[in-house]
């Protein structure tokens, strides 16, 4: 999703690039379903719209219009309503493989875009002037900058000596679809249990993305479940509000961990998106992540460009990373906090983040704060971010 979307952006301003993923439209499509939905702050929309590709996701994706905190059997919560802030929803969701074929169809479409998919890398020779990539189709690429979003195992990452700062944790994310008989009203939920978050994310129509945060040595035989068995589990934690429900399509699991590269970049080589760094899914921002970097890269590269200047020297590069550590390094903490403050069953720790939930949501500021996170619409943004041209 970042590498696509980095690439139709760049393409977009008047660079020209080579797109090369092991997936593909064709690929995608013998895929038919693939378990995650991703939310999508609004400042990532505006970017997706801006390079052309919303278009492609309005009718498939679903407003966040609030966002309802809980913290197991307590009374106290807190509620994000977005016309609390006066602006549009706090931003969609929509399921990834919708998400990547959407980016597929748009990139098909821009001139100056050499989309090589399905293919991947054989050899990348990085020398002093230029970078030469072999694909297994036998095309070879010579360009002045490769840029890796092949995700969190990439393998030129680790060719290039780039450490990761990594730590796992004793949960794994479980996911699965459920069909509802009572609308959701574009609501986001996010129950803390003890083992983690359980996040109740509205799609598009009756149906729902869950997000099930499990103790590790309790998935396997969680995974393991009939479906009937399943779908007890699932309606114990989910409760009555949304009806009956069933279970669409089969379950996912995700084991969860935190990474983050200790440089975004090499001789000629820049990590967007997960090959640079990875969070929690605990706030939903990965990807998100992974948009600003593609834009933030996009506005660099181009500014460079117009100066005349070389794309892969470290000057170029070096901009593009001071511009998105802080964020990232950020988002990781915060992400990492949250996880470890609500996963935790101390008595005195579960009444004090309960107050501050309740506390929180009685104060306008500081949920109005909360919000303008939540959408991405903080801090010194690229300008595709904020719905500009590059
Ligand atoms: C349970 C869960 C829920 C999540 N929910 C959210 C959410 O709601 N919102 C959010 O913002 N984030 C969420 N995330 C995080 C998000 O899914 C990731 O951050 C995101 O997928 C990273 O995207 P990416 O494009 O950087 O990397 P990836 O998705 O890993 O994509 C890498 C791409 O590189 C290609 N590739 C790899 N190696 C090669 C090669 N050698 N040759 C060619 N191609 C190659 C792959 O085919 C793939 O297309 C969630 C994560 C989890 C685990």
Known sequence: MV??????????????????????????QAEPFDGRASAIAYSSQRLLDAIGVWRHLADVAEPITDIRISD????????????????????????????????????GRVDGLDVHAPARLSTVERGDAFVRATLDTGASIVAPLVVDASGRYSTLRRDAGIAVVDWTYPQIAIVCTVNHERPHGGVAHERFLAAGPFAILPLRGNRSSLVWTERRDLAPAILALDEAEFATEIRQRLGEF????????????????????????????????????????IAGQGVNLGFRDAAALAEVLIDASRLGLDLGTSPVLERYERWRR?????????????????????????LARDLGLAAVNELPALKRFFMSHARGTVGKLPRLLEGRAL
């Open 3 to 28: 590498g696509l979307t980095f690439a139709i952006a760049a393409a977009r301003a008047g660079l020209s690039v080579a797109l090369v993923d092991r997936e593909s439209p064709a690929t995608l």
């Open 72 to 107: 197991g059997e307590s009374r106290l919560f807190l509620h994000f309503d977005h016309r609390e802030l006066g602006a549009g929803p706090m931003g969609a969701m929509a399921e990834n493989r919708f998400i990547r074929r959407a980016l597929f169809a748009e990139a």
């Open 242 to 281: 949304l009806g009956a429900t069933t279970v669409e399509g089969p379950r996912w699991s995700f084991p969860l961990a935190v990474h983050h590269a200790e440089r975004y970049s090499d001789q000629r080589l820049v990590l967007i998106g997960d090959a640079a760094h990875g969070v929690h899914p």
């Open 326 to 350: 802080f964020d990232n390094t950020v988002l990781i903490a915060v992400t990492d906090g949250l996880n470890r403050l609500f996963a935790n069953d101390i008595p005195l720790v579960k």
